[in-house]
């Protein structure tokens, strides 16, 4: 019960399932998820440990950028229900289509300026 309960929770907060949505699309950074959402990089970040903790993405580092990925769910049959079927939902909600087309123009070496 403790593991269903911890992915729903993880998903009972809509800039969570924006950024789920992101990472859909591509490997993202804590700054380009801050860019695209227009939220404090602490923010960001808090969304990005529910998440992890519940088994949805994971992180890696690469050179000075840590990466945020969609896992496959592996870590629990909850997250992997719902990591598979959040692909599929929401791809065309209007406030979700238009998030999806900011993200080619987002780009961690011009936001961070190295």
Not at 4 to 20: E, N, Q, T
Not at 85 to 101: F, R
Request: aromatic fraction near 6%; proline fraction near 3%; include cysteine.
């Amino acid at each position: 019960m403790k593991e269903f309960i911890k992915v729903m929770k993880a998903l009972s907060d809509p800039g969570r399932v924006k950024i789920m949505k992101m990472l859909q699309h591509r490997v993202m950074c804590v700054c380009e998820i801050q860019a695209a959402l227009g939220i404090a990089q602490s923010t960001a970040s808090k969304h990005l440990k529910t998440l992890e903790e519940a088994g949805l993405i994971s992180s890696f580092k690469k050179g000075l950028w840590v990466n945020y990925i969609l896992t496959d769910g592996s870590a629990s049959a909850y997250a992997a229900n719902l990591v598979g079927n959040l692909k599929h939902w929401l791809d065309y909600d209007p406030e979700m289509m238009a998030l999806i087309k900011t993200l080619p123009g987002i780009n961690r070496e011009k936001i961070c300026k190295k």
